[in-house]
């Protein structure tokens, strides 16, 4: 496949990319801390589409076998994306009728509202995801997957970065206006690379070689059944919500503890996508050569404790100076985490099994971001409300993540390195696993 066809495949990925920063890095910090809903409440409605992530194997099946207008993947990815930007969109809205002006209660119509349009969001975003997936998977050949998975990677995390650079101006200064009208002209760029990426970019009634699915219980199968694969997958659970869990958090903190703008705020997105960025580019082309990777993935989670460590500290003690650092630092520890830890996965299986422990990765990406969300909005609000104090609720969110790297380093001592399959994969291969996952 030509490398125009890969950067069309990019967009795709790039289109859903602007739908999340959107909901979790600027709605979240609106409805948190200016509109003052609970987090607890914000949390049930992000982690929708982490909740809904085992349908992806079912959807994979389906579009196999049910091609519309002789398309297996066009039709889904295009309802995908048109769900993803409809519940999107549906969103700010949801938000000011959930917390009307003036009201000290949530509205009824407004959560009915919110289910919908985030669960609209959750459905595009799975249906999307493992169509377009698919889709990169029909039209490449073995040898050139992972390449096609990493431009698509690659394509997304700058995508992230420059869509929070360009709405945190455009939010400046801020309205709920203002916040409605970002919403919709993101809604229409998304359209276009949906249109731009998609129109023609499958070959009608093409049969393409069925492709290998592992259910959730099957991944499951493969870590009960090897002892190591079960501390690691408990290891990779307790440092993926301690490092992801803060996703609906970060924004609203700054707002709280530091008064920071939504331009503000929005622009830590790019800060955390781009140390993910360079992590996992100097991993994958200069450290990877002379660092093992149980040594790498000691290193990645610690800079990521000593991330939420100085997240903390800077509320704690009320030092606006410590707060960026430590974002920059959660970003490097979690780009550098997951390169050191999908390569430690690949050598814990067999060629044979790599599919299955794949599947157990994604489930315990999505498992660990559901857990880790919840337990961050609840706790941040039981905190909030018995100390009368909201940035204490977060500085106690941050100090139990990083007290959860912690034992996941306790833990990552105890993984068995030597009898893992001896394999280094490339950096094409670690970002397109990322992608994959």
Same mark, same amino acid.
């Given at each position: 496949?030509?490398i125009?066809k ?14 999340f920063v959107? /909901? ?7 409805m948190i @801390? ?5 987090a ?22 389906y579009s196999d076998?049910?091609?519309i ?16 930007i409809?519940?999107?969109l *549906? !969103?700010?809205?949801a938000?000011?009728l959930?917390a ?6 949530l ?7 919110g ?13 999307a ?6 889709l990169?998977?029909? *039209? ?15 394509m997304? /995390? ?6 929070a650079?360009? =709405? ?10 203002? %916040?409605?009208a ?10 276009a690379?949906?249109v *731009?990426?998609?129109i023609? %970019?499958e070959?009608?009634?093409t /049969? ?5 699915r @592992?259910?959730?219980?099957?991944a499951?199968r493969?870590v %009960? ?27 609203p ?15 830590? !997105? ?11 580019l100097? @991993? ?12 790498g ?7 990521? !404790?000593l991330?939420l460590?100085l997240?903390?500290a800077s509320?704690?003690f009320g ?5 960026v650092?430590?974002v ?5 520890g ?7 830890n999908?390569?430690?996965?690949l ?7 790599v599919?299955l422990?794949i599947g157990?990765?994604g489930?315990?990406?999505s498992?660990a ?7 961050g ?5 039981v905190?909030t409300?018995? !100390? ?9 969110v941050f100090?139990i993540?990083?007290?959860l ?10 993984i ?8 280094q ?8 696993l =990322?992608?994959?996952?």
């Amino acid at each position: 496949m030509g490398i125009i066809k890969n950067i069309r495949l990019g967009l795709l990925h790039v289109a859903v990319a602007i739908t999340f920063v959107l /909901i979790n890095g600027i709605l979240n910090r609106v409805m948190i @801390h200016d509109l003052g809903i609970a987090a607890s409440v914000v949390a049930v409605l992000v982690v929708l589409p982490y909740l809904l992530s085992p349908a992806q194997v079912w959807i994979g099946q389906y579009s196999d076998t049910h091609p519309i207008f002789g398309y297996r993947r066009t039709p889904y990815i295009a309802l995908g994306i048109a769900l993803c930007i409809g519940g999107m969109l *549906l !969103t700010p809205h949801a938000a000011f009728l959930m917390a009307p002006a003036g009201s000290t209660g949530l509205s009824t119509a407004g959560l009915l509202l919110g289910g919908l349009a985030f669960g609209m969001w959750g459905v595009g975003y799975n249906l999307a995801v493992v169509a377009y997936l698919s889709l990169a998977s029909d *039209l490449s050949a073995e040898l050139h997957r992972s390449r096609t998975i990493a431009i698509m990677w690659f394509m997304m /995390i700058v995508s992230i970065i420059i869509t929070a650079i360009v =709405t945190s101006r455009a939010l400046d200064p801020y309205s709920p206006d203002v %916040l409605i009208a970002v919403f919709l002209k993101a809604g229409g760029v998304a359209i276009a690379l949906m249109v *731009l990426g998609l129109i023609g %970019l499958e070959p009608r009634g093409t /049969i393409f070689t069925a492709q290998t699915r @592992h259910s959730q219980q099957a991944a499951i199968r493969a870590v %009960l059944d090897n002892p190591q694969a079960r501390l690691f997958f408990i290891y990779l659970i307790l440092l993926l919500a301690a490092i992801l869990g803060q996703d609906v958090l970060l924004e609203p903190f700054g707002a709280t503890a530091f008064n920071m703008s939504i331009k503000e705020t929005t622009q830590l !997105t790019a800060i955390w996508g781009g140390a993910t960025l360079v992590a996992l580019l100097l @991993h994958g082309l200069l450290l990877s050569r002379w660092l093992n990777k149980k040594t790498g993935a000691t290193v990645g989670a610690v800079i990521a !404790t000593l991330g939420l460590v100085l997240i903390a500290a800077s509320g704690m003690f009320g030092i606006r100076a410590l707060f960026v650092p430590g974002v920059a630092a959660l970003g490097f520890g979690t780009g550098f985490s997951t390169a050191t830890n999908l390569a430690l996965m690949l050598d814990m299986t067999t060629t044979e099994q790599v599919g299955l422990f794949i599947g157990a990765w994604g489930l315990a990406d999505s498992l660990a971001r559901g857990v880790g969300t919840l337990l961050g909005g609840v706790v941040r609000d039981v905190i909030t409300t018995l !100390t009368n104090s909201a940035s204490g609720g977060y500085v106690t969110v941050f100090v139990i993540e990083a007290a959860l790297l912690v034992v996941s380093l306790v833990l990552l001592q105890r993984i068995n390195v030597a009898s893992f399959r001896k394999h280094q994969p490339s950096l094409t291969e670690l970002v397109a696993l =990322t992608g994959d996952a």
